[in-house]
């Protein structure tokens, strides 16, 4: 009586959690339904390329760029290694003294300029900085060679491979272009030696002076990697740059520095000439639609593709209005200038009943292991649920950990629930095979979806969000919960009024009996596909999966997304729903055989669902949708399946072959 009674509250809390988790959701649905607008950028390089081997003007392309949707233009800073090859500059150095010869003045004043911010030269041999490299003096020259008469800038440095690896600024002239055109500019910097505080913040200042406002940092590394991140991240804050992350792009410091702005930075999604050179732009326009719609990017930074053929120039304009369509489609989102993700409001106490839900969760399922239960344990396990209440609001680590607890509870307390049904533990049978069917999927996937929404609740941050913190334990929720449901398959659970020391007898006969019992070739064949089905869908999580996706699933997606709203996951409504609904049909039919099998490989089905609400930085609209459809479409393969096996059913329960 005292474990029934638990279990009344235990339920009640996991109500209210689930309840205090959808509020949450609906705040961050409002959050994000504040931040819709994506901004698409071109680079300017490419451009002029575009221009020259067409014969007209950057400007007259940009203009027709900014028509179909294109808010700013990437303007790249050179380096003097890159000036010297353009032409712009030429180095010569005598090992201790490297001097520049420059084509113009203005050259010879962008360099200087730039050489100064960086805390790298002062104006003059007389003042130079404390941690200076190089020291420039200017003064006019005839140069050797065919340069004519330019400024030169002389540069004492004793190694003249520094100075070549140096970005000179932004070029005025480069971002007076891309502003006559009505276009935002976003800056392109790299790292340099030396870099700190006063000499980043000098060097962000002067783009901004230039008309930046945003900045995409070029190379390997981002600025101040790697000891002066934190200098970094307060140079950007005091320039008034907003930094662009670039997913996927692996820079060496980018999630420090994410972690550091604490969300003042926006996600940006590019594909790297290399491999946009092996894709069709179709794919390439998807790819940059979904990363938009499904995981909060908000920078689109579009190389062009074509640059030679007969029309290139239209192949590019076609892609650009494919890529902006794709974004305005169903009115979700439009092209302009991204703005920051606001942070959703999560009172503590709202964060602490989903903490306390989790909680429940995991009494529910103790309870269901330990059968009746005495007083002084149905306290520890009240005390285990205030203690995930507590976890849910101690940082980071306490959401994630309460998160991780309650992503594996819920599927495996709907796991054990099935199992009920299946004959494993003692259960009812039912007279209708398909409502028997849906009513094991959807009370299934309903419990399956409460842990969601209270992963949902407890990571309701920006950080999160945005992908700078993220949930931890992807694969262990995956795999867990299947494996414990496949043990209580085993071994039984204790009966209604049972605790757990009066049925350890029968559980041991029934571990003994499954031991001993003789192996069918069609059950060996079922448990290897099982095993295999784990191993492949614990490999395929993660932000770096093992396994790829296979050429026929890619179709069925492209077909899927075009289709319907949001494209449902594969191994829910194709695998693991269908097999839960047959699982319990063939319980309510009688046939108790397979129907532990069917419940535990459709399993992979409910931790998906879990799944689907763990990844914060897609958008919970999208989250819902794609669970609900699912479902659907999981309850019609379902149904449509049963009536083939159902007719097999009965003729093996009547011992005789159907007729045709």
Partial sequence: MLSLFAR?????????????????GLQRHRTEARNRRVEMCIDLIQVRALATTQGVTSAAILRRFKALGVTSVGVSELTVAEMCQTGLARLTSNGAESMLLCSSREVADQIASALEDRGLAAASASAPPPNAHVTLVRYEAVAPGDLGTPVTVAAFLADAETLLTVGTGLAKQDCAEVQRAGLRIVARLGNYPGAG????????????????????????????????LPDAADALTASGLTWGQVEFGKQKGDERLAELLKGRFLRVHSIAEAELSQIAPSEAVERFVRAARERNIRLCYVRLPFLTGPDPVGENLAMISAISGGLGKRGEMATGPAKLLGEPAAPVAVRALAGLGAGAAVVLVLLAILGEASAPVVVGLLLVALAMAAGGVAGHTGAKAAALIAAVACPTL??????SGCGAVAGARTSSPIAAGLKGLLGGAALSAAGGLLVVGLLCNRDFMLHTEQFAGIKLAHALPVLLVALAAVTGLPGPGESLRAALPSMRTRVADFLASRIHVGMLAGAMVALVALAFAVARTGNDPGIGV?????????????????????????????????????????????????????????????????????????????????????????????????RRTAADQAGTRPTT
Avoid: Q
């Fill in 414 to 419: 709907a796991g054990l629930r099935l199992l």
């Fill in 550 to 646: 296979s050429g026929w699933e890619l179709r069925l997606r492209s077909i899927l997304d075009a289709l319907l709203i949001v494209r449902p996951r594969t191994k829910e409504f194709l695998i693991g729903h269908p097999l839960i609904f047959l699982g319990a049909a063939y319980a309510a039919t009688g046939r108790r055989t397979w129907a532990p099998v069917l419940t535990i490989v459709g399993m992979l089905g409910l931790v998906s669902i879990v799944n689907t609400f763990c990844h914060i930085h897609t958008p919970v609209h999208l989250s819902a949708a794609r669970v609900t459809i699912g479902l659907i479409l999981g309850c019609a393969i379902g149904c449509a399946a049963w009536p083939l096996l159902g």
């Fill in 8 to 24: 009344r509250i235990a339920w009640a809390i996991l109500f209210v959690g689930v309840g205090a988790s959808i509020w949450l």
């Fill in 197 to 228: 505080l006063a000499s980043m913040t000098a060097s962000l200042r002067s783009a901004w002076s230039l008309g930046a406002r945003s900045v995409i940092f070029t190379g390997t590394e981002v600025m101040g990697f790697r000891s002066g």
